[in-house]
């Protein structure tokens, strides 16, 4: 086969391209990260990273780790073991998170939701008010399961855990909704919320952090789940992260100076509107080629379906991972695949980060002609339905 011409489009729902100016911004030599002037670097990014997180009482603490490395310090930090904990099952990463729980002993319990919907917070709320003795001491939930492409109601699940009258903590994980769209830490109340690098933030894979509020830093001081390296106790001082157990991973913050630049220049709602209009026309485009016979978005509650990534379920009969290797190989349109249970069955678009109306469109484009090579049924005029949507915004 001839090697392929001009760019790549990398469409995978994280990690996600990664702007020229924040590449530049972290091809730099090293520094000392005692001195003074990485510590104000470092602890201006985690000021700023409080902004969007639009939290002003958490304690933002960074690792050098990707996501699971937060997801390891949220259960760490907070629990003892055989203490009970209540996972809202939205997919691959929600029962991942609740993996980690059970690997530090904890008992889980997985609220199970069907795998297309999102979250029913009367379920959640009818389990906690059963709960009269407070076994459960957290609810965790993940806002964009980035598996399926469903955001799940992290609001209306506060508004849940409160009228239950129930004290648990509640955790979220932010990694794909941070930075694409609406997050509101302290208006949620939000104990701790997990995020990572390399999705809305625009950065390399290897940078994930929390974000403790004060509720959640009082229990970190009576967990007894063994921890170091992500032992918060070990790295904050007067309610700001000092330092790190091991190196600084200090071009990550170069990184994430940048990243953060570019958002507060476009503004956080513009960035929001964006990523609302680009994933209106990915769907519009999808439901045309549903339209036919063809793929269609798995988020079957379309207001619940996700701004930073679409999954797209394939009709019976057809595989997902041979329409990627063709969108890949012949196109050059680099897809997320269906993970665990969704293998084969679904592709994911990754509509997130760093990304424009003609990058959306070409790589939609290349989709398509992928899922012609292979075959697949598909209704005319997905490409037309989405420029319709983006022309008339
Ligand atoms: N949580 C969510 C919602 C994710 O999408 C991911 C990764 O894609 C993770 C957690 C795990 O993060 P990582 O792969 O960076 O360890």
Same mark, same amino acid.
């Given at each position: 086969?001839?090697?392929?011409?001009?760019?790549?489009?990398?469409?995978?729902?994280?990690?996600?391209?990664?702007?020229?100016?924040?590449?530049?911004?972290?091809?730099?030599?090293?520094?000392?990260?005692?001195?003074?002037?990485?510590?104000?670097?470092?602890?201006?990014?985690?000021?700023?990273?409080?902004?969007?997180?639009?939290?002003?009482?958490?304690?933002?603490?960074?690792?050098?780790?990707?996501?699971?490395?937060?997801?390891?310090?949220?259960? @760490?930090?907070?629990?003892?073991?055989?203490?009970?904990?209540?996972?809202?099952?939205?997919?691959?990463?929600?029962?991942?998170? @609740? @993996?980690?729980?059970?690997?530090?002993?904890?008992?889980?319990?997985?609220?199970?939701?069907?795998?297309?919907?999102?979250?029913?917070?009367?379920?959640?709320?009818?389990?906690?008010?059963?709960?009269?003795?407070?076994?459960?001491?957290?609810?965790?939930?993940?806002?964009?399961?980035?598996?399926?492409?469903?955001?799940?109601?992290?609001?209306?699940?506060?508004?849940?855990? /409160?009228?239950?009258?129930?004290?648990?903590?509640?955790?979220? /994980?932010?990694?794909?909704?941070?930075?694409?769209? /609406?997050?509101?830490?302290?208006?949620?109340?939000?104990?701790?919320?997990?995020?990572?690098?390399?999705?809305?933030?625009?950065?390399?894979?290897?940078?994930?952090?929390?974000?403790?509020?004060?509720?959640?830093?009082?229990?970190?001081?009576?967990?007894?789940?063994?921890?170091?390296?992500?032992?918060?106790?070990?790295?904050?001082?007067?309610?700001?992260?000092?330092?790190?157990?091991?190196?600084?991973?200090?071009?990550?913050?170069?990184?994430?100076?940048?990243?953060?630049?570019?958002?507060?220049?476009?503004?956080?709602?513009?960035?929001?509107?964006?990523?609302?209009?680009?994933?209106?026309?990915?769907?519009?485009?999808?439901?045309?080629?549903?339209?036919?016979?063809?793929?269609?978005?798995?988020?079957?509650?379309?207001?619940?379906?996700?701004?930073?990534?679409?999954?797209?379920?394939?009709?019976?009969?057809?595989?997902?991972?041979?329409?990627?290797?063709?969108?890949?190989?012949?196109?050059?349109?680099?897809?997320?695949?269906?993970?665990?249970?969704?293998?084969?069955?679904?592709?994911?678009?990754?509509?997130?980060?760093?990304?424009?109306?003609?990058?959306?469109?070409?790589?939609?484009?290349?989709?398509?002609?992928?899922?012609? /090579?292979?075959?697949?049924?598909?209704?005319?005029?997905?490409?037309?339905?989405?420029?319709?949507?983006?022309?008339?915004?």
């Amino acid at each position: 086969m001839s090697p392929l011409r001009g760019w790549q489009f990398f469409m995978h729902p994280g990690p996600t391209n990664i702007p020229q100016r924040v590449l530049q911004a972290m091809a730099r030599p090293a520094v000392d990260f005692t001195g003074s002037a990485f510590v104000a670097l470092r602890d201006a990014c985690l000021e700023k990273l409080r902004r969007v997180l639009k939290t002003d009482n958490a304690v933002v603490v960074a690792y050098a780790a990707s996501g699971n490395g937060a997801w390891e310090a949220s259960i @760490a930090n907070l629990f003892s073991p055989g203490e009970r904990v209540l996972v809202c099952e939205s997919g691959y990463f929600s029962r991942n998170w @609740a @993996a980690t729980a059970a690997a530090f002993g904890l008992e889980v319990e997985s609220l199970p939701t069907p795998e297309r919907d999102a979250l029913d917070v009367g379920l959640l709320g009818e389990r906690l008010a059963r709960d009269a003795q407070h076994a459960i001491k957290a609810v965790l939930l993940v806002h964009n399961e980035t598996s399926t492409g469903i955001r799940h109601p992290a609001a209306e699940a506060r508004a849940a855990i /409160d009228a239950a009258g129930h004290p648990a903590l509640f955790l979220v /994980d932010t990694i794909s909704s941070l930075a694409s769209y /609406d997050f509101r830490m302290d208006e949620w109340r939000v104990d701790l919320a997990v995020g990572g690098a390399q999705k809305g933030l625009m950065l390399p894979p290897g940078m994930s952090f929390t974000a403790a509020n004060p509720k959640a830093v009082a229990a970190a001081q009576t967990a007894r789940s063994p921890r170091r390296y992500f032992d918060w106790r070990n790295m904050v001082k007067d309610g700001r992260q000092a330092s790190f157990v091991g190196t600084a991973p200090m071009h990550f913050f170069y990184g994430l100076e940048a990243a953060l630049a570019m958002l507060e220049e476009e503004g956080l709602e513009n960035v929001f509107a964006r990523h609302r209009r680009l994933a209106q026309a990915t769907r519009a485009c999808v439901d045309a080629w549903a339209a036919g016979g063809g793929p269609e978005v798995f988020a079957r509650q379309r207001a619940f379906a996700s701004d930073s990534l679409t999954a797209v379920l394939m009709p019976q009969g057809h595989d997902a991972d041979r329409v990627r290797e063709i969108a890949e190989t012949r196109y050059g349109v680099a897809l997320g695949r269906g993970l665990a249970t969704l293998q084969g069955r679904v592709f994911r678009i990754g509509h997130m980060g760093d990304l424009n109306e003609p990058m959306l469109l070409g790589a939609l484009a290349g989709v398509e002609l992928a899922l012609r /090579d292979a075959g697949v049924p598909i209704g005319r005029g997905g490409l037309e339905a989405a420029q319709d949507l983006l022309a008339a915004h």
